[in-house]
């Protein structure tokens, strides 16, 4: 019997390991956006270091294709502003001014919820990935215990093994120059995150809560970690999904500048 040397073995398995990272990164996408154009009702809260409700939002985000996102911000205290990303540009409206300003994916919202963290919802488009191997699922034992005694419904199973990826951000305009990222095994949906800014500083953790424990379908919230100050907790929760398109002149900056009223 011929023998094939192990050098030619991995040559041969090179392109598919590289198509299957691919697929991990769009698979785990599907997770949080599950068709090209959405509305998705977001709310954000803040809870403070022993765990008490802070701060409370409420965004429409209107999740289109071409990487184009338009939130509206519904909270009385934000009533009328408006946030559009259109690829790598950010745009704040304000009500009663006719000048668009531009901001950066990194713009607070609430706590650690930044535009990007509202406005951006794939990584496949915004990011190269390579696959590192297998990883626990839980980063920590004595951590997650710590989590769990604090919020039972986002704690991590520490006999899940998940596969962990480095992604390189691919695009100047994006919210997190690195990410370290692990997906679920056998559907491969996202469970948690460090998120890293251009200084390859941590910035964040963040854990994603899903709809079912044995039979993910779909991100029910993304709750952030600050790793920079204050270690608060910042829950982004998706209220509600339904596929919507919004009509084009909705993404355009003065069109939204000029109509503070969409109908």
Not at 55 to 65: D, L, N, S
Not at 129 to 153: I, R
Not at 195 to 210: G, I, N
Request: glycine share 4%; with cysteine.
């Amino acid at each position: 019997m011929k023998h094939i040397s192990v050098p030619l073995l991995l040559a041969l398995a090179a392109p598919v390991y590289a198509q299957d990272v691919g697929a991990l990164l769009k698979d785990a996408d599907h997770f949080r956006m599950s068709a090209d154009n959405l509305q998705v009702d977001t709310q954000v809260q803040t809870f403070n270091a022993d765990g008490t409700p802070d701060k409370e939002r409420r965004y429409t985000v209107f999740a289109q294709a071409g990487r184009q996102s338009l939130v509206l911000m519904q909270s009385p205290a934000e009533k009328g502003q408006k946030i559009l990303m259109l690829a790598d540009d950010f745009w704040l409206l304000m009500p009663g001014s006719q000048r668009p300003l531009r901001i950066t994916p990194m713009q607070k919202l609430l706590g650690d919820a930044s535009t990007g963290d509202i406005a951006t919802m794939s990584w496949a488009g915004d990011y190269t990935a390579t696959l590192v191997g297998e990883e626990p699922c839980a980063p920590d034992k004595a951590a997650e215990e710590k989590n769990q005694t604090k919020n039972a419904s986002t704690a991590l199973p520490h006999s899940k093994v998940c596969y962990r990826l480095d992604l390189l951000a691919s695009r100047k305009g994006v919210t997190y120059q690195r990410i370290e990222l692990w997906l679920g095994k056998q559907r491969h949906e996202p469970v948690r995150a460090n998120l890293y800014v251009q200084s390859d500083k941590l910035a964040k953790q963040a854990r994603f809560v899903m709809d079912s424990a044995t039979a993910p379908t779909t991100v029910n919230a993304m709750v952030l970690v600050d790793q920079l100050s204050n270690k608060k907790e910042t829950r982004v929760t998706y209220l509600s999904r339904k596929d919507k398109t919004v009509p084009a002149e909705w993404l355009n900056p003065m069109f939204l500048a000029r109509n503070p009223q969409l109908d």
